[in-house]
């Protein structure tokens, strides 16, 4: 009885066919992305049109920015445009993103309430903000913000310091010299070193303390012998308020949209992580006397941080990105100034577009990287 024959050939191992697909699939990429950069050039050279940033130092910009937090006119270059949208950009995220985390912890924490309706209420709001576009709270709160405050003539007398009105939230503003920023400068490091004071305490003993209070009373003695600052009150002047300093309808629509809708989905993330913490933590706090609110705070929260960091960080991301959609109610961010018209006006598209991209990506990432810090600090103190 004859023997079978086998073909001969070479077998590969798992590994060894792993790294071959892997190979392949990392030349496909580079070809793919080398056949489009090769078309872009054709394409650009078929239109005459060269490749390159220039154009964020053209004069004039030739177009106004309905809020600003930094010193801007028409007359000025398109990048300084493009960063006064990123500074808005940051200032709505950072808003929203604060607004949000409150909002979703105190929901997250109702809908685990013994109280029913609390509980009941808290469900009826996460399922409302999650199951509706974040556009249309975008869209909505605009609306309501513009049809329910009155004109700057009838605007909400907040104590004589704040008003509100259909053009905004007037809040007052501090002034003063140019040596101003010094005092501001003096102050926080007035702030952080007192700060520093506390751990030195706890870690290296009172020398250094003794040393770092000496730095924080000269500190505080620059604040006190620098200039005066003054605080400026909005004042109705005209058909509008001079004077301070105005947050507009859209920046506040659109900050509290953000917030509104994400609070739904940080609430979940909360909820998810109080129950995955034992329920034996719980009752121990309230054996030792501990009330609701204090074994909430002191023992549950700080180890069902852990669970939530994670998942509160991807949140954080989706707010930042969701900001975009400023240009719906006409709120100059990033995307508006050097994604709308800085684009239009120079035809720079390309470039515009990646310049965006990049923008937020850098954002995006320094978001994940504290976010990632603070974790791994959690992990530290309660591993």
Known sequence: MTAAIRPSGVRLSGRARTAVLQIALLAAVFCLTAWLIGNVVQNFAALDKGFGFSFLWRLPANYDINQTLIAYTSADTHLRAAFVGLLNTLAVAAAGIVAATVLGFLVGALRLSRNWLASRLAAVYVEVTRNTPV????????????????????????????????????????????????????????GLTAFAILRLVRQRGRHLAAAAAGIAVFAAFLALSGPRPAIELPELRGFNFAGGTTLIPEFVALAWALAFYTSGFIA??????ILSVDRGQGEAARALGLGEGQTMRLVVLPQALRAIVPPLTSEYLSLTKNSSLAI???????????????????????EAMILVMGVYLAISAAIAYLMNRYNARLGRIYG
């Open 135 to 190: 556009l249309l709270f975008v869209l909505l709160w605009h609306a309501i913000l513009i049809a329910a405050l009155p004109a700057p003539r009838n605007a909400v007398d907040l104590g004589g310091v704040v008003f509100l009105s259909n053009r905004g939230a007037h809040l007052p503003r501090l002034v003063g010299g140019p040596d101003l920023w010094l005092l501001l400068l003096a102050l926080a490091a007035s």
């Open 268 to 273: 979940e993330i909360v909820r998810a992580g």
């Open 328 to 350: 719906a109610i006409g709120y100059m961010d990033l995307v508006a100034t050097l994604g709308g018209i800085t684009l239009n006006q120079t035809g720079r598209e390309m």
